[in-house]
């Protein structure tokens, strides 16, 4: 339920795409499964997920923080993407919240459940001539996890503490913590 924004940015170089200048482009937030076990039982997954909430999403868009997007829409057969459209030359952010946790696809044992890797995935679109917006453009993911607050400020506490136990050479097998993600561009 906590917003996060994703700033949506033109990374064109000068020159590229010139068709889509002045244009629009729509681009698909979705909340996918990472692992690739659970990819191939995505959608019983949510199934699941849609049995036990009925009327839920597990992926909004909070509108009134959002800025420069335009003509929202939200699929209610698809609970795990929003789509909207947007102009690359003007400041856009799109303020998102998920509402499920990583702990909700992991098989209960006996407490302290790690909890599944999910990824926010953007996929955006130019107009086709016949006006629908299926020329893809771009893709790009990171992945997240996702736990209620007094959860993730514990598994916060015991990350911090497993990395100070390690020696300076194990550290450098990890990326360093940063206060902003910058999405990883999906081939």
């Known amino acids: 339920g906590?917003?996060?924004e994703i700033r949506m940015l033109d990374n064109r170089k000068a020159g590229d795409?010139?068709?889509?200048?002045?244009?629009?482009?729509?681009?698909?937030i979705r909340v996918v499964f990472h692992d690739r076990r659970l990819q191939y039982t995505?959608?019983?997954?949510?199934?699941?997920?849609?049995?036990?909430?009925?009327?839920?999403?597990?992926?909004?868009?909070?509108?009134?923080?959002?800025v420069g997007v335009i003509d929202i829409k939200t699929n209610p057969s698809q609970l795990n993407a929003v789509e909207f459209l947007w102009d690359p030359t003007k400041c856009t952010s799109a303020f998102i919240q998920v509402h499920c946790i990583s702990t909700e696809f992991t098989p209960r044992k006996h407490g302290g459940e790690k909890g599944?890797?999910?990824?926010?995935?953007?996929?955006?679109?130019?107009?086709?001539?016949?006006?629908?917006?299926?020329?893809?453009?771009?893709?790009?993911?990171?992945?997240?996890?996702?736990?209620?607050?007094?959860g993730a400020d514990r598994k916060q506490k015991t990350d911090r503490e497993k990395?100070?136990?390690?020696?300076?050479?194990?550290?450098?097998?990890?990326?360093?913590?940063?206060?902003?993600?910058?999405?990883?561009?999906?081939?």
Request: aromatic fraction near 8%; charge should be negative; proline fraction near 6%.
């Open 116 to 150: 599944v890797p999910f990824r926010i995935q953007v996929d955006t679109f130019k107009q086709t001539e016949n006006g629908e917006y299926t020329d893809h453009l771009h893709s790009a993911s990171c992945q997240i996890k996702v736990f209620k607050p007094k």
């Open 163 to 187: 990395m100070e136990k390690r020696t300076a050479h194990e550290k450098e097998k990890y990326q360093p913590s940063y206060d902003t993600t910058v999405l990883t561009e999906v081939t």
């Open 17 to 28: 795409i010139p068709e889509i200048n002045g244009k629009l482009v729509k681009s698909i």
């Open 2 to 4: 906590q917003s996060y």
């Open 42 to 66: 995505e959608h019983q997954q949510l199934e699941g997920w849609k049995w036990n909430r009925p009327g839920d999403r597990l992926l909004d868009l909070d509108i009134p923080m959002s």
